[in-house]
């Protein structure tokens, strides 16, 4: 019998409507899929000859378990010049893939009966995960007005809380926190003496605003837990790479977690890391380049349909308001099924969002506009 653990949890509602465009597509059916948050470029050739070179050489057997040290140290000098955070390579772990990384974070700081605050919405996997801990998730509204900056998050805190989940840019609203937001940010977690964990994995795919990491502002050291990886920005999804890093004392039971479960990230994978670190980073800028443009040509059509949806400043998410023509599971399965085109419904990312949907455009500019005629002509 499963245990009552898996009960807490329900299945990601990515994961659940990628399946069911999957299964159309194997009958013959033409999908056009918005729904994983996946880029549809490939790995830059320069990374994957690296990774293929030390496969070749012999980096085949077991990594250090904290990550080889080539990539501690290429990541260690990411975040001290372009985030500003005081850091060296023994405050860095290597996991497969950012959500490892999140997941041992809060198996590690969080209590039976903790509370963690999180935007509402946010990505699908944070709640899961805290509530596998037996902690509880407590959502703080927030503004789509705003870019969906959250609001009243001091009156969340009780004596329970231990913890505050920021994700700029975000999953799956695009929303980027300014310097203000992470400052009110700041300070709550200074005054109430909470962990802040800092999502910077869509960092690199912002558009008119600049990133900036929770862990440089003042008095967050020692409290931000930053979580990047190497999936969005260098097309490295399948390759399984994140990393997480923070003061020792934290540090230290990450640790723990990692080595009793994943052990390491894969070997020569790690060598990746290092020349997408290291190597050229046009390539990273030219997939930004496009997906501000299917960006550009993804709003201005929903908006024309009469969807509600202000352009994203960062990551390659639409969340849209569909409350003219319905509440978003209705309208996700009703574009699956007519329009054949598949986005996620925006409940499965918070209570709050039952009216949106999320778009991924990480496909062709040429597939965006026909979805759109897809989606006008089931509409309209």
Not at 11 to 32: F, R
Request: hydrophobic share 40%; glycine share 8%.
């Amino acid at each position: 019998m499963p245990s009552s653990r898996l009960e807490r949890v329900e299945e990601s509602a990515t994961i659940k409507i990628a399946n069911a465009a999957n299964k159309l597509k194997s009958e013959g059916i033409d999908i056009i899929s918005f729904s994983l948050g996946e880029p549809d470029f490939d790995t830059p050739e320069h990374i994957c000859k690296a990774a293929a070179d030390a496969m070749y050489r012999g980096e085949t057997h077991y990594a250090p378990s904290n990550g080889i040290p080539e990539l501690r140290e290429a990541i260690a000098n990411k975040l001290v010049n372009e985030n500003k955070l005081d850091l060296t390579p023994n405050d860095v772990l290597v996991t497969p893939g950012a959500k490892q990384a999140i997941f041992e974070i809060i198996m590690s700081v969080l209590d039976d009966n903790d509370e963690a605050i999180l935007p509402d919405p946010s990505w699908v996997s944070y709640s899961p995960c805290i509530k596998f801990a037996g902690a509880n998730p407590v959502w703080a509204p927030t503004d789509p007005d705003n870019g969906f900056m959250p609001y009243g998050i001091e009156e969340l805190i009780t004596d329970k809380t231990k913890l505050i989940i920021v994700n700029s840019p975000c999953n799956p609203t695009g929303g980027v926190y300014d310097k203000e937001m992470l400052k009110t940010v700041a300070d709550l977690a200074i005054d109430h003496d909470l962990l802040v964990i800092s999502d910077e994995i869509y960092e690199k795919i912002i558009y008119d605003k600049k990133h900036i990491s929770m862990g440089s502002m003042d008095g967050m050291h020692d409290r931000t837990i930053t979580v990047n990886g190497f999936s969005k920005a260098y097309a490295m999804t399948g390759w399984r790479l994140g990393y997480v890093a923070a003061i020792p004392e934290l540090m230290s039971g990450f640790k723990k977690i990692h080595s009793h479960s994943v052990s390491s990230a894969t070997t020569f994978a790690q060598f990746g890391g290092v020349a997408a670190l290291e190597g050229p980073q046009e390539p990273v800028n030219n997939m930004i380049t496009e997906f501000k443009a299917r960006r550009d040509i993804l709003i201005d059509g929903l908006n024309k349909i009469g969807f509600k949806c202000k352009k994203p400043d960062g990551a390659f998410y639409a969340f849209a308001d569909v409350s003219a023509f319905g509440n978003g599971d209705e309208i996700a399965d009703k574009l699956l099924q007519e329009a054949h085109v598949a986005v996620t419904p925006g409940s499965g990312f918070g209570a709050s969002s039952k009216d949106f949907i999320r778009i991924s455009y990480a496909t062709s500019q040429e597939r965006i506009r026909e979805a759109l005629q897809r989606i006008e002509d089931t509409l309209l």
